[in-house]
């Protein structure tokens, strides 16, 4: 079945460092991807997102490409701040009526 | 509302007790999604409704739970008997239409059975 596999945490930065979280998937056909963001104490919200292959999403200064040929969605940023400390969620949705699959999250803390 | 709401935020059963959980979605929204959250883990897919049709109940872990939309609007996740292993944070989501649409997360309940 489909699955999502992301680089485990938590990784820690220090401020104005370049942020690589590693997202691979696995899926028939081509499912659209995205990535979630859970703020301590918050729910999940939205980050960015991409529906076709060479899509790229970006908000906040994240961005994410779809590599069909890598089968990859990894999240990057130029220089992380203190208030990007979150967990990141990468997920798919597939051909089975919109239900999200999720990865395992990856804790980010960002240190001054 | 301005969002998706959840009530209650914590629950504490007794095992074998009965538990609800009450989802209110955005309004409009036709898509409703619940997902069970483990500790450090990712959420897994529960069921999905498309208004009052629920089209999907493949991720329900057992017959003890049951989840019902009458209306097409709130849902209510009801878990029966509860066991330690349910324990959990219990996700709502709704997104505008059916498909791929982007989902829009509640607070989630924290149910803790003892």
């Known amino acids: 079945g489909d699955s999502v596999t992301q680089m485990e945490g938590p990784v820690t930065l220090s401020e104005e460092a370049f942020l690589t979280i590693n997202c691979t998937y696995t899926?028939?056909?081509?499912?659209?991807l995205f990535w979630y963001v859970q703020y301590p104490g918050e729910g999940l919200q939205l980050l960015l997102k991409?529906?076709?292959?060479?899509d790229k999403g970006s908000n906040k200064g994240f961005e994410a490409t779809y590599r069909k040929e890598t089968t990859s969605f990894h999240l990057e940023k130029g220089s992380v701040q203190v208030s990007d400390s979150a967990v990141y969620f990468c997920?798919?949705?597939?051909?089975?009526?919109?239900?999200?699959?999720f990865g395992q999250g990856t804790e980010l803390s960002v240190k001054p | 509302g301005a969002g998706v709401s959840q009530s209650p935020r914590y629950k504490v059963a007794k095992r074998g007790q009965d538990v609800a959980l009450r989802c209110d979605p955005i309004?409009?929204?036709?898509?409703l999604f619940w997902y069970q959250q483990a500790l450090g883990q990712g959420p897994e897919f529960l069921t999905y409704?498309?208004?009052?049709?629920?089209?999907?109940k493949s991720g329900l872990p057992s017959d003890r739970f049951f989840a019902e939309r009458p209306e097409g609007s709130v849902s209510t996740l009801k878990i029966q008997r509860t066991q330690q292993e349910d324990s959990a944070v219990y996700l709502c989501?709704?997104?505008?239409?059916?498909?791929?649409?982007?989902?829009?997360f509640g607070p989630g309940t924290r149910l803790t059975v003892l």
């Open positions: 991409a529906t076709k292959a060479d």
């Open positions: 989501a709704s997104s505008s239409s059916a498909g791929r649409d982007t989902q829009y």
């Open positions: 409704f498309q208004n009052e049709a629920q089209l999907d």
């Open positions: 997920a798919l949705s597939g051909n089975q009526g919109g239900k999200l699959i």
């Open positions: 309004s409009g929204h036709v898509s």
């Open positions: 899926a028939t056909g081509y499912p659209s």
